[in-house]
């Protein structure tokens, strides 16, 4: 079973890629095309899932990412930002006038892994990716934390968010866990006011 995560950002990298996340989606409501930085070395170019979150207080409102990228990590956090904050059907397009209301979250995803048995699953470091006849639902690891779940109760979330019954993930289920590298704007203020 997977290893703790081994792939790192340093502090100055997780901040470039929540400051592009944030220009990225202002710059998209205001109708222009984001501005990237030029990276020519380091991790930032590497190819990696990653998922970028919109909260606004303790509400989610937006996530969307993808578990295998074809763009280096700092393009796919624009592309996964603008499509958080506008393009999740679960709620309605952020607007500019509440940008400055919401705070960016970034989940960057290690490889994922075939569970051969639940007992390898680890709440707060796994999250979870289930497969069922071409349904497919994915929860990453500070969601089973941030609500309590217990292991058993974390594959029946990721089975509803695939449009499964609860308990589908007992019988003909591919279950796949991942770990992620979290990091947000909150935890930057919260450093910087201390």
């Known amino acids: ?11 100055a990298d997780q901040q470039i890629l929540l400051k592009i996340a944030r220009n990225a989606v202002r710059a998209y409501l205001a109708g222009q095309t984001p501005h990237l930085p030029e990276i020519v070395s380091g991790p930032l170019l590497e190819q990696r899932g990653i998922f970028v979150s919109v ?5 989610l409102r ?14 796919s956090t624009a592309e996964c930002a603008v499509a958080a904050a506008v393009g999740d059907p679960r709620f309605m397009p952020l607007m500019a006038a509440e940008l400055e209301a919401v705070e960016f979250e970034i989940s960057v ?36 934390t941030m609500y309590g779940w217990s ?44």
């Open 55 to 59: 909260h606004q207080g303790l509400e």
């Open 109 to 144: 995803l290690s490889p994922i892994e075939r569970v051969q048995s639940i007992d390898q699953i680890e709440i707060g470091r796994h999250g979870l990716l289930i497969s069922r006849k071409g349904a497919r639902g994915l929860l990453l690891p500070q969601v089973a």
């Open 151 to 194: 292991r058993e109760r974390f594959l029946q979330e990721t089975c509803r968010k695939a449009g499964l019954k609860p308990d589908d993930w007992k019988q003909d289920t591919t279950i796949e866990t991942f770990s992620a590298l979290v990091f947000s704007e909150k935890q930057f203020r919260l450093t910087t006011v201390q």
């Open 1 to 11: 079973m997977s290893q703790p995560v081994t792939f790192q950002l340093t502090e």
């Open 62 to 75: 937006g996530c969307i990412g993808n578990i295998h990228s074809a763009s280096p990590l700092y393009r």
